[in-house]
């Protein structure tokens, strides 16, 4: 059943006025939620970026430290190829005795004398020192020590001492040095390790 209802001009203005607050309202809350919510997703997304770049960060700083530590193995490796031949002094010694005796002979000096010198301790690795005496010229002695310094494996003269054969006429001089090769120093064993723990 329709009711006749009657609706002044005054009145139709206030309803359409209404109307359109009521619009303008729903509209604002649209927006305002739309705002807060690009604005969570802006934070959310800054986050997770933030996240990644850390991440990212992290995975660039682990591959730099293994491209280092490759680098020092690589490194290590090319070092422990100058080392001697044999895992123990005596016999890194008789190497070092005949590397001596080698380089010598490929330039005609005779060595008069050899010993063998107590290993000596340098970090991981073990020194091998041989003494040697043999009279030559000064220029056989610069080629003798510039091959030894030329040598396929890592030889250091650690000392050296010279002494002129005839002052009148000093074209020879008896020379004594000590040439030092170098081993890797070999892990000791569990047992001894252990024993020497329980003993500290």
């Known amino acids: 059943m329709k009711l006749p209802v009657k609706i002044n001009e005054r ?5 359409i006025i209404g109307g359109l607050v009521v ?23 800054e986050a997770k970026r933030f996240v ?17 530590i490759n680098k020092v193995k690589l490194e290590l490796e090319d070092q422990e190829k100058t080392l001697l031949q044999g895992d123990k002094p005596p016999v890194a010694a008789a190497a070092l005795q005949k590397a ?3 380089t010598a002979s490929s330039l005609s000096i005779t060595i008069s004398s050899e010993r063998i010198l107590n290993p000596t301790g340098d970090g991981f690795y073990v020194g091998v020192p ?23 494996f890592l030889i ?4 050296i001492k010279v002494r002129v054969m005839n ?20 892990a000791e064993p569990e047992t001894k390790s252990k024993e020497a723990k329980d003993a500290a």
């Open 167 to 186: 002052i009148s006429n000093p074209t020879d001089i008896y020379t004594t040095l000590i040439a030092t090769g170098f081993i890797k120093k070999q």
């Open 100 to 102: 001596l005796k080698d």
């Open 130 to 152: 041989v003494e040697i005496g043999f009279t030559a010229s000064t220029e056989k002695l610069r080629d003798f020590l510039f091959k030894l310094r030329n040598a396929p």
């Open 52 to 68: 990644l770049e850390k991440q990212l960060n992290k995975i660039s700083g682990k591959d730099e430290a293994e491209r280092r």
């Open 156 to 159: 250091r003269v650690t000392e």
């Open 23 to 45: 619009l303008l309202i729903g509209a604002f809350q649209a927006y305002t939620w739309y705002v807060d919510f690009k604005k969570k997703a802006d934070d959310f997304l």
């Open 11 to 15: 009145e139709k203005r206030v309803l």
